[in-house]
């Protein structure tokens, strides 16, 4: 099995491609179901604030787990599904604060500017939706060779800050009533997605000492 | 008819104002009062558009209070029995009406204690008959920024408290909600401290409009919605509302409160309804009506006290952004 997983033909990689991108619109596909069918409960804009938010966090793991999988596994292939998961991280995150913009504040964007600026957990979810977008936005090929593979690459470890900004913002949220099983699992997987990077870059280190910068295997 | 105003300018539909002379020469209150379910054998409206498997519970007869019913529409009995937070039974809100079944709400007694002159364990059917049963249609915001309007049967607290007599030291009445880790599974989890602790300053409880309920939509409590007995406070925010209570003590000092020990800094003791002293993660001056503000709907402002102005004179002088 392994040995079949190891290399994937082109054909075979879009197939998967195709197959995972529709899996990945399933989320949203329930909520519209949900809305027509009147079954999003008694607090609709609850439901999808939740559902569009948990699925942002999914993604995150997600698209972090590509690199270290790929390294344990050896399936090269993988590091093709990563932007496709990036992206679709970003595609919750916009409803989720689509949600917030609409459905919450009825796009009075001086309303939710001032939720934005007093509330802590409100001003972190914020932030982390904005820094998301640089990554969204030089997520294509054209972008990557206009940056040059460094500084994009550089740009895009951005998202080891936005993901443990989204658990904060998750954590937040949930403090006032002291239910922090979620975040904390959350927090776990995505700490344990960090730490086994720091292993690597300084086994790495060790090994290539005197090289200024290992090369960079597929972060 | 007269019409009060709040301080923020909105018509406070308040049916203490209306007569029952009026409600007949008034089609459209007659109308009103006929959605809202406060007529007796009237609630057709209502009936008709609940869904067969919604209720069935045990019917309870009360006579309508028209002096406690706001004109607001009652929410749909299936949202109020299916949205609940109730953490005795979980965390989400959908957790009580799917796990609330294994409460057993027969036999059941209340301890009434502390100071009093008169202490006494009441069983449910003696609170039952300690006074007639009222109808009366309030309106419920929760902290958490959603509202819903309820149709509750039972009576006002202060009956109760004036049968067990309270001594000149009791300044303050506690409620505890049951805690019985074979009948609620979500005691397991330590999101709160239990027993659930609920309190009112004396006041507060012996108001008219503080509501000792043992019913909804002219049936028995749902387990969910805090059978067999609770109170209702309509201007407090509603964890105010001890559910499923079996204790009440009278205290000289102020209850050391379930969500107030978790959070202090968001929860606070008097949690009165205040659309002007938001809680630190949201704010406080609009909520969301349940089955009502939905998905393309403004949400609409939160009144100062609910709504419920009649109360205001219990917090004269106070400041209420220290004491929220």
């Known amino acids: ?66 690199t270290p999988l790929r ?96 658990i904060l913002h998750f954590w937040w949220m949930k403090a006032g009533k002291n239910d922090f099983a979620q975040p904390i699992l959350f927090g776990l997987i995505v700490a344990a997605l960090l730490m086994m990077r720091v292993y ?17 295997s597929g972060q | 008819m007269l019409i009060k105003r709040s301080p923020n300018g909105i018509d406070l539909p308040y049916s203490s104002e209306i007569t029952p002379r009026e409600l007949f020469e008034s089609r459209r ?25 919604a209720q069935t519970g045990q019917k309870l007869t009360a006579k309508p209070n028209a002096g406690y019913v706001v004109m607001d529409k009652p929410t749909a009995f299936k949202d109020a029995s299916t949205y609940n937070n109730f953490y005795e039974f979980g965390t989400d809100k959908s957790d009580p009406a799917r796990n609330a079944g294994t409460l057993k709400t027969r036999p059941w ?52 408290i004036r049968k067990v007599e309270p001594t000149g030291n009791a300044k303050y009445v506690e409620f505890t909600t049951l805690a019985d880790k074979k009948q609620m599974p979500g005691l397991s989890s330590r999101v709160l401290q239990w027993p659930y602790v609920e309190g009112l300053r004396m006041d507060e409880a012996n108001h008219p409009l503080a509501l000792l309920a043992v019913g909804m939509y002219g049936e028995v409590l749902p387990n969910q919605n805090g059978a067999p007995v609770r109170v209702v406070v309509p201007w407090k925010y509603g964890f105010k509302s001890a559910k499923s209570i079996v204790k009440i ?25 205040n659309p002007d002293v938001d809680h630190p993660r949201w704010s406080q001056a609009s909520e969301r009506r349940i089955g009502e503000d939905g998905l393309f709907a403004r949400k609409r402002k939160t009144l100062m006290f609910n709504g419920y102005s009649d109360v205001a004179g219990m917090y004269a002088g106070m400041d209420l952004k220290k004491f929220f």
Not at chain 2, 257 to 265: D, F, G, I
Request: aromatic letters at 14%.
């Open chain 1, 71 to 166: 390294r344990l596994s050896g399936w090269n292939w993988l590091i093709r599904l990563r932007r496709m998961f990036g992206l679709f991280a970003f595609f919750y995150a916009s409803l989720h604060f689509m949600t917030f913009l609409w459905f919450d504040h009825f796009f009075d964007v001086s309303e939710m500017l001032k939720d934005v600026v007093k509330r802590p957990f409100i001003t972190v979810g914020f932030a982390d939706f904005l820094l998301l977008i640089p990554l969204a936005a030089t997520s294509t090929n054209a972008m990557i060779k206009r940056l040059g593979g460094k500084r994009w690459q550089w740009l895009h470890r951005l998202i080891y800050l936005i993901a443990p900004l989204g």
């Open chain 2, 29 to 53: 209150h007659f109308i009103r009062q006929l959605a809202v379910g406060s007529i007796a054998g009237g609630a057709l409206l209502e009936m008709a558009a609940r869904e067969a498997f």
């Open chain 2, 109 to 160: 007694t209340v301890a009434i204690e502390g100071e009093v002159k008169k202490p006494m364990m009441l069983d449910i059917d003696s609170l039952l008959k300690l006074a007639p049963l009222e109808e009366r249609v309030y309106r419920l915001r929760c902290v958490e920024g959603w509202s819903m309007v309820v149709p509750w049967i039972g009576y006002s607290l202060s009956e109760l």
């Open chain 1, 1 to 66: 099995m392994p040995a079949a997983l190891a290399t994937l033909d082109a054909a075979q990689l879009k197939r998967l491609k195709a197959l995972l991108f529709l899996a990945a619109l399933l989320p949203f596909a329930r909520l519209v179901i949900f809305a027509f069918t009147d079954r999003l409960g008694a607090n609709p804009v609850e439901f999808i604030t939740r559902s569009t938010g948990d699925w942002t966090l999914y993604f995150l793991c997600i698209t972090l787990t590509v």
């Open chain 2, 249 to 273: 003590r009278f205290t000289k000092d102020q209850p050391k409160t379930a969500w107030n020990l978790a959070a202090p800094s968001e929860y606070g003791f008097y949690s009165n309804v």
């Open chain 1, 200 to 216: 690597w870059r300084f086994a790495q280190g060790q090994r290539a000492s005197g090289v200024a910068r290992p090369a960079p």
